[in-house]
DNA sequence: TTCACGCATGACCACTCGGTCATATCAGAT
DNA sequence: ATCTGATATGACCGAGTGGTCATGCGTGAA
């Protein structure tokens, strides 16, 4: 007798196959995003028949709702990790080496956030709305532990609103980690080519602009 | 005897016509993306038959790359007014009226918005590397052009590096807009039901912020 | 009136999609 | 050796896609 809760048969498969389909399944939809995602290529690329993927998945949200969950998992685990890697550094230096760890994180998973980008701007894929609110809180949540933590430093200076403080903070992790993924984005840094040394200079640059202000 | 550039038929065809065409192309590719955007729904929408569609343009890349062109003019006209309209202000006031701008942008055109966002992370959409450098080079530019009055006034802290400040007003501006745009994008600021005067006020606390920096 | 030509039309085509299902295969229990 | 239930398979289905084309309409020239 076999449990019945999701992805029952699915994870009963021996792991080796379980990943084939698993990156195959992951790449087709961060390739393509979920609507131009063809199962007949997922099946190609894993190597398996249509009709198996069928007795795994419901149907193709089910298959991106499994995908979804293990980006998640991924992203959270991430995300803990630098925040306790970093807790007792001073608020700047901890800016820059989350900036550095998603650098990081966007190369080793290229794929996850590849799939968080085309999810963006994709109404009508399913989850779309609990993904990024899953995503985005994660990433609020992170910078506003460590917002709050700066301010009872006393490493902020006194009375910025928190509010427009994290909006900056995420709109610039944000569009970094962009600029780094995709050229078309990379219009005034040359963050794309640039070697990991060129990237850490222009991270310390936009830190302490930050830090500084633009001001005369 | 018809001359035979581009779109020829479809320009000789009566004003209201046109119209109804190109809004109605214009908000299918907003609305879809360029490969979910469906030719039958279009010509539903436009109120024509599908036959004609295929009087007036080569085929469905050959639409979109006339709404392309009409979208890049919009862009370009919104530009340059605003640059001239503020030319003569402090680099923060310039930088304040042309968000503002931004969303007034965004909400008279929010089809032009849509459609930019849609094609920012969806490969293999036609045109899309000639679309997003021209939208972007425009804004680059226009942001390097207040950034070297500012830094002829005096008006920035000596030695700012240039492309980093353009970056993070990049990413700003970006990122404010698609706050106001995008709901789930949304997690910071209350952006996308609030009133304008509520946007104005985060509008000023940011360039605020960007202006006097985080430190203490 | 006739002709020619620009334009309008929608049935139709080949193709791909997500999804189904009858059938085959295989392992373990009896 | 036989049975059983889980899994594997790919031909097949209806629907929707971008694109085509034979046919018809309307208007100005001859």
């Given at each position: 007798?076999?449990?019945?809760?999701?992805?029952?048969?699915?994870?009963?498969?021996?792991?080796?196959?379980?990943?084939?389909?698993?990156?195959?399944?992951?790449?087709?939809?961060?390739?393509?995003?979920?609507?131009?995602?063809?199962?007949?290529?997922?099946?190609a690329?894993?190597?398996?028949?249509?009709?198996?993927?069928?007795?795994?998945?419901?149907?193709?949200?089910?298959?991106?709702?499994y995908?979804?969950?293990?980006?998640?998992?991924?992203?959270?685990?991430t995300?803990?990790?630098v925040?306790?890697?970093?807790?007792?550094?001073?608020?700047?230096?901890?800016?820059?080496?989350?900036?550095l760890?998603?650098?990081?994180?966007?190369?080793?998973?290229?794929?996850?956030?590849?799939?968080?980008?085309?999810?963006?701007f994709?109404r009508?894929?399913?989850?779309?709305?609990?993904?990024?609110?899953?995503?985005?809180?994660?990433?609020t949540?992170?910078?506003?532990s460590?917002v709050?933590?700066?301010?009872?430093?006393?490493?902020?200076?006194p009375?910025?609103?928190?509010?427009?403080?994290?909006?900056?903070?995420?709109?610039?992790?944000?569009?970094?980690?962009?600029?780094?993924?995709?050229?078309?984005?990379?219009?005034t840094?040359?963050?794309?080519?640039?070697t990991?040394?060129a990237?850490?200079?222009?991270i310390?640059?936009?830190?302490?602009?930050?830090?500084?202000?633009?001001?005369?």
């Amino acid at each position: 007798m076999r449990e019945e809760p999701p992805f029952a048969t699915f994870r009963h498969l021996p792991p080796d196959k379980q990943e084939r389909v698993l990156t195959a399944a992951l790449a087709e939809f961060a390739d393509q995003g979920y609507h131009q995602a063809s199962l007949n290529r997922m099946v190609a690329r894993a190597g398996i028949a249509k009709g198996s993927l069928y007795q795994y998945f419901p149907n193709k949200e089910g298959i991106f709702a499994y995908i979804f969950q293990y980006a998640l998992k991924v992203v959270r685990r991430t995300l803990t990790t630098v925040k306790e890697e970093t807790l007792e550094e001073n608020f700047f230096v901890r800016l820059e080496k989350s900036l550095l760890a998603g650098v990081r994180f966007l190369r080793e998973h290229p794929r996850i956030f590849s799939l968080y980008l085309k999810i963006q701007f994709d109404r009508n894929v399913p989850f779309r709305e609990a993904f990024l609110a899953a995503v985005r809180g994660h990433a609020t949540e992170y910078f506003a532990s460590l917002v709050r933590r700066a301010q009872g430093r006393g490493e902020l200076r006194p009375g910025v609103p928190e509010a427009a403080v994290l909006f900056l903070l995420d709109a610039m992790f944000d569009r970094f980690l962009q600029a780094v993924a995709v050229p078309a984005l990379d219009v005034t840094l040359g963050l794309h080519q640039a070697t990991d040394a060129a990237i850490h200079q222009h991270i310390r640059e936009l830190i302490s602009l930050l830090k500084e202000g633009l001001m005369a």
